[in-house]
Every structure is written in structure tokens, then in C-alpha cells.
């Protein structure tokens, strides 16, 4: 009986590698994800804020020790109107920022953690240093696990990860909405329970979303037509009320599709079963046995030569 060529041994494996991601990896690929009202989050009213900036520092003060925060300098807007740190970075998780559209229309906002009930940081985290609570739906991170790969950054569509660059010993810096600290403590994040104009609530999603669709309905003309957050990438549990386009605050404009529902049916259907491994070391060994195989030959053939000639 004929031994199968390489060619049709490859063409083998691969069928029987499609035929088996086909039958077990289907149940990922059906899989709908379903957002999850039950969890908690906040709401910010960007029409509440007159950008007092107590948050920021409510955040460092309580998360001082637990997330390694310093204050930072203070940087003007290009106006000369507003001193803030320019971004988001590995001192401070939570940031207000002072956007000016015209003389008469200006809005402040609130930079943090959007907390994603389909987070892309999780999904591309190798290590799960990134995870999510099913229960309240906050999105945290262990720095003991993380590797400083930093693919939560790049995946996160509100630019939200920073990397403490200028440690010796860096982390990723991101809310965690006093998990650990405030939270614990006195069951509200220390931003919500500080603000003295209502303008973070603190609560469970569903709440969340009934006060601001009662404000939307109560004052026309007033909001954006719009919660962000209620909708993007999946649905996020920081939700937003703005008299401003979202887009002009830094708000990305984004899909409702989560991107991580998609990179995980494709993870999950690939590498199901360590299908997709097995089939390639099974190609590798076939590919090694067949280079031993001709080096044995020519081995062989290079020995009977080698007799002749002595013969000779």
C-alpha cells in the first residue's frame, strides 16, 4: 500500500481540523452576548458639572495607596481657561477635562474607565491580568498577573489603560470604581459619593438608565438625545448626558458591536479543544519524521558508496 504524499497528508489534516472546529466550536460562534442591567456603574451629567475637579482628587486621595496615584502638574487648556493634567495616565484614573465649542457653548467632562460589559482589555489580556466581575460588572486589574504587554491599551476603544512609564516597577493604571477602597468601604465610588452637584450618580445600570432617560424626556432641548454608553461596543457601564455632541468632548463615535464578541468567537472556535495546536504539531512531526527519514537515506546511500569505492 502506498504511503500518502505530504501533500495529501497536510490536505488531511486540515480538513479534519475544519470538520472538528465545525462540530465543536459552533456553540461559541451562536453564542449572543446580553447585556446585564443588574450590574453597577455610574452616570455622569455632563450639564451638572461646573468642573470643581473634587472627583480627581477624591479618586487619588482614596486610591492613593492601592493604585500607587500622585498628583500631577497642571497644564492650561490652549485658551489659558483650565488647569488640568492633559490626559489620563499612570497617576490619575479619573479626569475632568474642559472642551469649549463656542463663546457661549462649553462643557466640561469626565475621563475613566467605561467599564465594558463586553471589555475588549479582558478579551486580548494573555494572562488575565484584565478581568470582569459577572456579578457587578466591574472591569479590574491584577498587576500581579499582567506581563506588560500592554494589549489592553491598543484594544480599548475609549483609550482608556495607561502605563505607568516612569516606574521601575510599572502597572497598568485604570478605574476600578473603588473595588477595593471606597467601594468596600461605604458601598459608592469615591468620585459619586464627592461630587457636590449630583452630577455622578452612582447605582445599578438599570437605575442608571431610568434617571437619564427621565431627564431626557423631562428637559427637551437641554441633552443630546443620546446616553452614551447605554449602546457602544456592547454596552458600557459608565453611561453620559451631554448638551454637547459627544464627539466634540473626545467621545469616540463607535458601532454598538463589541469587538471582543467577535476576536473571542473566533479564539474560542480556533482554539477549542487545543484543536488548532494539535493539528499543527502533528504537521510538524510529520514534517520532522520525513527530514529524518531522507537524512537516514542519504546516510544509507552515502555508506554503500563508500563501500563500493573501498571495493574499488
Known amino acids: 500500500?502506498?504511503?500518502?504524499?505530504?501533500?495529501?497528508?497536510?490536505?488531511?489534516?486540515?480538513?479534519?481540523?475544519?470538520?472538528?472546529?465545525?462540530?465543536r466550536g459552533g456553540a461559541s460562534a451562536s453564542e449572543v452576548h446580553q447585556v446585564n442591567n443588574e450590574t453597577i456603574g455610574m452616570l455622569y451629567d455632563a450639564t451638572k458639572c461646573v468642573g470643581c475637579k473634587a472627583c480627581m482628587s477624591a479618586c487619588k486621595r482614596v486610591n492613593s495607596d492601592y493604585g500607587s496615584l500622585s498628583y500631577e502638574q497642571a497644564k492650561f487648556d490652549k485658551d489659558g481657561l483650565w488647569d488640568a493634567p492633559e490626559d489620563l495616565s499612570g497617576s490619575t484614573r479619573t479626569l475632568i477635562k474642559l472642551f469649549k465649542e463656542s463663546e457661549k457653548k462649553w462643557s466640561y467632562v469626565k475621563y475613566s474607565c467605561m467599564h465594558c460589559q463586553k471589555p475588549s482589555c479582558v478579551s486580548v489580556c494573555p494572562v488575565s491580568a484584565m478581568t470582569r466581575d459577572p456579578l457587578t460588572g466591574t472591569v479590574d486589574y491584577?498587576?500581579?498577573?499582567?506581563?506588560?504587554?500592554?494589549?489592553?491599551?491598543?484594544?480599548?476603544?475609549?483609550?482608556?489603560?495607561?502605563?505607568?512609564?516612569?516606574?521601575?516597577?510599572?502597572?497598568i493604571v485604570k478605574c476600578d470604581l473603588c473595588k477595593n477602597t471606597n467601594l468596600v468601604k461605604k458601598g459608592i465610588t469615591a468620585c459619586a459619593e464627592t461630587c457636590p452637584t449630583g452630577a455622578i450618580l452612582f447605582g445599578k445600570r438599570k437605575d442608571l438608565l431610568a434617571e437619564a432617560k427621565k431627564r431626557l424626556a423631562e428637559n427637551p432641548g437641554t441633552y443630546q438625545d443620546h446616553i452614551y454608553g447605554e449602546k457602544e461596543v456592547g454596552g458600557a457601564n459608565h453611561l453620559y448626558l451631554s448638551g454637547m455632541e459627544f464627539s466634540k468632548l473626545g467621545l469616540p463615535v463607535l458601532k454598538d458591536e463589541a469587538p471582543a464578541e467577535f476576536s473571542e468567537k473566533i479564539q474560542h472556535t480556533i482554539y477549542k479543544g487545543f484543536i488548532a495546536p494539535?493539528?499543527?504539531?502533528?504537521?510538524?512531526?510529520?514534517?520532522?519524521?520525513?527530514?529524518?527519514?531522507?537524512?537516514?537515506?542519504?546516510?544509507?546511500?552515502?555508506?554503500?558508496?563508500?563501500?563500493?569505492?573501498?571495493?574499488?
Not at 1 to 23: D, E, H, N, Y
Not at 143 to 168: D, H, L, S, V
Open 142 to 171: 491584577n498587576k500581579n498577573a499582567c506581563i506588560g504587554c500592554r494589549y489592553c491599551q491598543i484594544a480599548c476603544a475609549f483609550n482608556i489603560p495607561k502605563f505607568q512609564w516612569e516606574k521601575a516597577l510599572p502597572q
Open 278 to 312: 494539535v493539528a499543527l504539531y502533528s504537521t510538524l512531526c510529520f514534517v520532522a519524521l520525513k527530514n529524518m527519514k531522507g537524512h537516514s537515506e542519504a546516510d544509507k546511500k552515502h555508506g554503500e558508496q563508500s563501500d563500493h569505492g573501498e571495493k574499488q
Open 1 to 23: 500500500m502506498a504511503k500518502p504524499s505530504r501533500r495529501q497528508f497536510l490536505k488531511l489534516m486540515g480538513a479534519t481540523g475544519a470538520a472538528l472546529m465545525v462540530g
